[in-house]
């Protein structure tokens, strides 16, 4: 079954500490694919990366990185030095190479970064 | 370029009406698909299609209408509204499904009074 859970439902933190955003999967496919997507308090929808199942590497981008873990099922987005702009939903996702047709949403975890 | 755009932003209805989501994509994307967004909830997704005439049900298709007669265009239909569907509603695009990124739209914000 494809199901993406996001057990943080809240999280607040102070401006300037690191936090980390969990993401469990439940996937039968051995290739798929996984998303995080921020949505900030303006409502749109931003993409921030794409993990294909074949590709372990952690990944940097400035204050964010990625660590995928296939044996954990998990796909944890870490923010550094976190700052008030970094206060938004955050969205983890799965698709499925045998339905890759279908993106699966997680229910998202609401981050505040407190100044 | 525009990217996805929807229209309307904000829409009021009564129940039993029925209305027309409108969605367009110029990025020449094969798959779009249209999420619904409630609070706890998550998006969930209501109808996908990979491509011009063809569609299928996601995970909350029940009271909704999708058609794709050209592949820029993708529709949503609220055949009799009713209060359960208030939500935001989104359109995505994407080049190959959920093997890339997907472009959303800004939203729709639908009221079912």
């Known amino acids: 079954a494809q199901k993406v859970t996001q057990a943080q439902t809240e999280i607040s933190v102070v401006e300037k500490e690191d936090v980390t955003l969990d993401c469990v999967y439940e996937t039968r496919d051995t290739t798929y694919y996984l998303f995080w997507y921020k949505q900030p308090p303006s409502g749109e929808l931003v993409f921030l990366i794409r993990?294909?199942?074949?590709?372990?590497q952690n990944e940097i981008s400035g204050r964010y990185s990625w660590n995928f873990q296939k044996s954990t099922s998990s796909f944890n987005f870490t923010i550094t030095a976190s700052q008030v702009v970094d206060s938004a939903v955050y969205f983890c996702a799965l698709s499925e190479a045998s339905r890759d047709d279908k993106i699966i949403f997680g229910k998202g975890t609401r981050l505040h970064i407190l100044p | 370029n525009a990217g996805v755009t929807q229209t309307p932003k904000f829409q009021v209805l009564k129940t039993g009406q029925s209305m027309t989501l409108q969605c367009a994509q110029d990025?020449?994307?094969?798959?779009m698909s249209w999420y619904r967004q409630d609070p706890g909830m998550g998006l969930r997704l209501i109808h996908y299609s990979v491509g011009a005439g063809i569609t299928d049900q996601g995970e909350v298709p029940n009271g909704y209408n999708v058609s794709r007669s050209t592949t820029e265009d993708f529709p949503l239909r609220l055949l009799s509204a009713a209060p359960s569907q208030t939500s935001v509603y989104f359109c995505?695009?994407?080049?190959?499904?959920?093997?890339?990124?997907?472009?959303f739209g800004q939203g729709t914000r639908l009221t079912v009074v």
């Open positions: 995505a695009s994407s080049t190959r499904g959920g093997r890339t990124e997907a472009f």
């Open positions: 993990r294909n199942s074949f590709d372990e």
């Open positions: 990025m020449n994307h094969e798959y």
